[in-house]
Nanobody
Framework: QVHLVESGGGLVQAGGSLRLSCAAS????????LAWFRQVPGKEREFVAA????????TYADSVKGRFTISRDNAKNTGFLQMNSLKPEDTAVYYC??????????????????WGQGTQVTVSS
């Protein structure tokens, strides 16, 4: 089992950058796929980016391609989401998620067993 804790959210002006971190507990994080989702009140949780266990496979939502980068440091049991050129529409609570035996990269929330508590990202115009 993996316990996930996000950090790094905050308030930033449009065009700015933030780096979210997802700290994982447990000895097997390196074998998990990692993903980031986001959610605004009244809307469904939205896929942002995902990476397989080794980092060789990544996929991004069209809305963040070229601006966001997902990465991981398995030696430190930590995942990251670098967010550049932020827009007001990126405002949301951001969640990291993990799935064991993470060879395949999934983009739907139901494919992930473990979730963090979320971190708020607010982008002002």
């Amino acid at each position: 089992q993996v316990h996930l804790v996000e950090s790094g959210g905050g308030l930033v002006q449009a065009g700015g950058s933030l780096r979210l971190s997802c700290a994982a507990s447990g000895p097997t994080f390196s074998s998990y796929a990692l993903a980031w989702f986001r959610q605004v009140p009244g809307k469904e949780r939205e896929f942002v980016a995902a990476m397989n266990w080794s980092g060789e496979r990544t996929t991004y939502a069209d809305s963040v391609k070229g601006r966001f980068t997902i990465s991981r440091d398995n030696a430190k049991n930590t995942g990251f989401l670098q967010m550049n050129s932020l827009k007001p529409e990126d405002t949301a609570v951001y969640y990291c998620a993990a799935q064991p035996f993470g060879v395949v990269v999934h983009t739907t929330p139901g494919e992930y067993d473990y979730w963090g508590q979320g971190t708020q990202v607010t982008v002002s115009s």
